[in-house]
C-alpha cells in the first residue's frame, strides 16, 4: 500500500502498541479490579452483632408454619458493629469455617462483588477458613462440583459484571433426592454454611434448604438477586426490609442508555419507530425504570395494563342494567389500538418516528394470553406427571402439541368435568399465529417459569398494530402532517397559489402551523375527484405534480426497527451502585453466618439514602412465604413484587405520559442517562424508582 512500510506479521504482532491494544486486560479493568468499595458503618468495626428487631412484623402463611416450622420463627436481625467482644463471642466469631457459595437463574450485575465481600470478611475472621464456589449453579450443589476461592480468583473478579467465575444455572433442589444428594455434598466437603444468591425462586430453595439442613447445623443464607427487580420485601406495616435486589440499577441503566441512542438516531433520521423490548419476565419495573430514565415517547407497564378499565363499555352495560366483566383488564386488540393512538397522534404532527418502550412480561397481564399461559402451564405439568415424560419430548414439533390440545378439547367435550381446555380455547389458540402459538407452548425452566425472554413479545403486539394503522391509513385517519412553510414553498416553486389549493387539501388550513390533510382524501383518486369538484382541475387534466408531491408526502409508511434488551445489560459491570451494594450484602452474609443464623436473607436498608445511612440486615425467609399456583399446583413460595400502580415512581411516569409522547408542536423530552461510567460525576446514585418511592414512603 503507497505511504505505508513493509512489516512482518509476526514483528506486528509483537511491536509494542499491538501487543497494548491487544491485552484483555485494559485500563478500565484495572481500575475495576482496584476499586475497593466502602462498607456500611456496622462492617467498619472488628465485630459485627446481630440484634433482634421485633418491631418488624409478618402474617405468617399456616403451610409454611407447617413445613417450615425451624425457621418460622425467625425475626428480623438488625447488625451491629462493635470493636470489643467478649472471649466466647470472639472465638465463636472467628473460628475456622467452610462456607459454599453458589449462583442460582440468570446473572445480575454484582454477584462477584457478593462473593468478595464474603471473602473478604471470611478470610480477616479466620485465614484458616474456606470458601467453596459450587459451579454452574445448583447443580454444583447436587453433583459436588465446588472450586475453593483464592485471592487471585477473587480479585481478578472485583467490581465485575457477570458470574463469570463459578457461573450459574437455573437447576431448583425440587426433589427428595436432589436435597439428600446436597447435604451429601454439605457434609463431604464440611460446611458450616451455605449461601444461595438467587432470585424469588432461589430464596424459597434457601428457606427448604435451611430448614432440611437445621438439625446438621448447616446454616443456609440467601441473597436477593435478579436484573428484574422483583424481590422487594416489606413488613406486615410497610416498612421497607429490602427495596431492590442487586443487579438492577445496572441492568436498568445500560437498557437506558440503549435506548436514549435510539431515542436520538430516531429523532435525527426522522423515519422509524424503533420498538424496544426490555427484560423483565414479569414485573415491569424494567420498563419504569427506562421510562424514567430515557423519557421514551410510549412505554406499556404491565401491571398499568391489567388495571385498565374500558369506561364506555362498563357505562354502556350499565345502561342496561348489566355488568361487563370483560371490560377489565384489557385485550391484546384494544392495547394494539392504544398504541396506534399515540404513533397517529405523533403523525398528525409531523413526527412519524420515535421509541417505544415495551416490558417482555407484558403478556402476562393480557386477559386472553394469561389465561392461555396458565392453561399451557397446566396442561404441560399434569402430562409430564401423568405419563411421566417431558412433554417437549413427547412432542416436538408444533403440530404435534396443537393434535394434542385438539384432542384435549375433544375430551372436553365428551366429559363435562374437564374443563382445562375446551373447543372455545382451542379456536382462539389456532387462530394465533404460529410463531407466537410456539412461544406459548415453550418449554418452562425448572421452577415453572413461562420464557417470556424467548418470545417475540414486541412483534405479537406489533403485528396488531401494523394491521390497524393500515386501517386507519385507509380511512384516512393516519396522516403524516405537513409542515405549513413546506407546503407553501413546494406550491409556489410550481407557480401554483397555495391558498387556492390549502383548504381543499387541508382539513386545518389557516388555523395552523402543521397542515392536517383532509380524511376524506385517501389515495390519489380521492384527490382528483375532490380537484374536479372544486373545480381546481378538468377531468382531463392530472393532478398538478406539485399537490401529488404533498399529498405522497403526507401518506406515511410505518417503518420499525426491533431492539430486544436483556441479557446484554445482565452481562455489563456493576454501577458504582450496585459495586457497593453487593459488597456489603457479602459481608452481611457473613455477619449473620458468625452470629448462627439460618434461613435469613441479606439485605441493606436505606438503600435510596447516602450511602452513610445504610444498615445491613438479615430478613427472615419463611415469614414471607406464600401459596401459589406453580406447574399447576399450589407450592409455597415468595412473592413476586410487581410494579404497584399507586407508587410515585409509577404515578411520575403516568403524569408525563402526555409530555414524553411529544404529540405537539413542542419538541420531545428525551432524557440521555448516558453510559455506565463507572467512576465520574455523571454516573446515577441510584435508581430512580427508587428515590422516588422513597418520597411518599412513611418513615
Ligand atoms: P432471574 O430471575 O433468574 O434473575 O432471571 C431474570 C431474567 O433475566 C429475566 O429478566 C428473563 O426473562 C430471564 O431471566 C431469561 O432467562 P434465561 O436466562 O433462561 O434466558
Redesign the pocket.
Known amino acids: 500500500m503507497p505511504g505505508t512500510k513493509p512489516i512482518k506479521i509476526n514483528d506486528l504482532l509483537k511491536h509494542p502498541k499491538v501487543l497494548k491494544v491487544t491485552d484483555n486486560v485494559n485500563a478500565v479493568l484495572l481500575e475495576r479490579r482496584q476499586y475497593s468499595p466502602p462498607v456500611c458503618k456496622a462492617f467498619s468495626q472488628k465485630f459485627s452483632r446481630l440484634q433482634q428487631a421485633d418491631e418488624f412484623t409478618f402474617t405468617v402463611d399456616k403451610e409454611a408454619q407447617k413445613q417450615l416450622p425451624d425457621i418460622i420463627d425467625n425475626r428480623v436481625q438488625k447488625i451491629q458493629g462493635c470493636n470489643t467482644a467478649d472471649a466466647s463471642f470472639a472465638k465463636t466469631y472467628r473460628r475456622k469455617r467452610n462456607i459454599g457459595i453458589v449462583f442460582s437463574?440468570?446473572p445480575?450485575p454484582g454477584g462477584h462483588n457478593v462473593i468478595a465481600g464474603l471473602y473478604d470478611a471470611v478470610k480477616q475472621a479466620n485465614d484458616k477458613s474456606r470458601v467453596y464456589g459450587f459451579l454452574i449453579g445448583p447443580d454444583g450443589i447436587v453433583e459436588n462440583e465446588a472450586l475453593e476461592l483464592n485471592d487471585d480468583l477473587v480479585d481478578a473478579y472485583r467490581n465485575l459484571g457477570g458470574f463469570t467465575m463459578i457461573k450459574t444455572g437455573?437447576t431448583k433442589i425440587d426433589t427428595p433426592e436432589k436435597m439428600a444428594l446436597c447435604k451429601t455434598t454439605c457434609d463431604k466437603l464440611d460446611l458450616d454454611a451455605l449461601v444461595i444468591v438467587g432470585?424469588d425462586d432461589s430464596n424459597t430453595n434457601a428457606a427448604f434448604l435451611a430448614q432440611e439442613m437445621f438439625a446438621d447445623g448447616v446454616q443456609v443464607i440467601g441473597v436477593p438477586?435478579?436484573?428484574?427487580g422483583d424481590i422487594q420485601v416489606r413488613d406486615d406495616n410497610g416498612s421497607v426490609l429490602c427495596a431492590m435486589s442487586f443487579g438492577f440499577h445496572t441492568a436498568a441503566r445500560a437498557f437506558a442508555n440503549s435506548i436514549s441512542n435510539l431515542c436520538t438516531d430516531s429523532s435525527s433520521d426522522v423515519k422509524y419507530w424503533h420498538i424496544c423490548k426490555v427484560?423483565?419476565?414479569v414485573a415491569s419495573h424494567l420498563a419504569l425504570e427506562a421510562a424514567l430514565q430515557t423519557h421514551a415517547n410510549m412505554t406499556l407497564i404491565g401491571e398499568d395494563l391489567a388495571d385498565y378499565v374500558d369506561q364506555k363499555r362498563l357505562e354502556k352495560a350499565r345502561k342496561e342494567g348489566k355488568v361487563d366483566y370483560h371490560a377489565y383488564g384489557i385485550t391484546l386488540r384494544h392495547l394494539s389500538r392504544v398504541i396506534c393512538e399515540g404513533i397517529v397522534r405523533r403523525a398528525a404532527i409531523g413526527k412519524n418516528y420515535g421509541v417505544i418502550v415495551v416490558p417482555?412480561g407484558v403478556l402476562e397481564f393480557i386477559n386472553e394470553i394469561q389465561v392461555f399461559i396458565i392453561k399451557l402451564n397446566t396442561i404441560i405439568a399434569e402430562h409430564n406427571q401423568t405419563y411421566d415424560k417431558d412433554f417437549h419430548a413427547t412432542f416436538a414439533r408444533l403440530v404435534d402439541k396443537l393434535d394434542y390440545l385438539r384432542r384435549l378439547a375433544q375430551r372436553s367435550r365428551e366429559d363435562a368435568s374437564f374443563t382445562l381446555w375446551n373447543t372455545r380455547d382451542d379456536d382462539l389458540f389456532n387462530d394465533i399465529p404460529a410463531f407466537f402459538q410456539e412461544g406459548l407452548l415453550m418449554e418452562r425452566?425448572s421452577h415453572g417459569n413461562f420464557?417470556?425472554?424467548q418470545v417475540e413479545t414486541e412483534k405479537v403486539l406489533m403485528d396488531l398494530v401494523k394491521d390497524y394503522l393500515n386501517i386507519l391509513k385507509d380511512e384516512g385517519r393516519y396522516r403524516l402532517g405537513i409542515h405549513k412553510n413546506h407546503y407553501r414553498k413546494t406550491l409556489k416553486r410550481a407557480d401554483l397559489d397555495p391558498d387556492a389549493f390549502g383548504p381543499l387539501l387541508f382539513e386545518n388550513y389557516g388555523q395552523s402551523e402543521i397542515l392536517l390533510r383532509r380524511s376524506a382524501i385517501i389515495s390519489l383518486k380521492t384527490l382528483k375527484q375532490s380537484l374536479i369538484e372544486e373545480q381546481m382541475i378538468n377531468a382531463d387534466q392530472e393532478i398538478p405534480a406539485a399537490v401529488e408531491k404533498i399529498f405522497k408526502k403526507s401518506v406515511p409508511a410505518f417503518k420499525t426497527q426491533n431492539h430486544f434488551y436483556?441479557y446484554d445489560g445482565?452481562g455489563n459491570d456493576p454501577t458504582r451502585f450496585d459495586c457497593i451494594y453487593t459488597y456489603n450484602l457479602g459481608l452481611t452474609v457473613f455477619s449473620l453466618v458468625a452470629n448462627g443464623a439460618t434461613g435469613q436473607m441479606a439485605a441493606v436498608r436505606n438503600l435510596e439514602q447516602d450511602f452513610t445511612k445504610w444498615e445491613p440486615i438479615g430478613v427472615p425467609i419463611a415469614p414471607l412465604m406464600h401459596l401459589e399456583e406453580r406447574k399447576g399446583r399450589l407450592a409455597l413460595v415468595l412473592e413476586k413484587s410487581v410494579v404497584d400502580v399507586r407508587s410515585a415512581a409509577f404515578q411520575v411516569v403516568k403524569a408525563n405520559r402526555e409530555k414524553w409522547l411529544a404529540a405537539d408542536a413542542a419538541r420531545d423530552h428525551f432524557r440521555r442517562p448516558g453510559p455506565i461510567r463507572f467512576t465520574g460525576k455523571s454516573e446515577e446514585d441510584r435508581p430512580i424508582t427508587l428515590e422516588l418511592n422513597a418520597i411518599c414512603r412513611l418513615p
Open positions: 437463574g440468570g445480575a437455573r432470585g438477586k435478579t436484573i428484574d427484560m423483565g419476565r417482555e425452566d420464557p417470556f425472554s436483556g445482565r
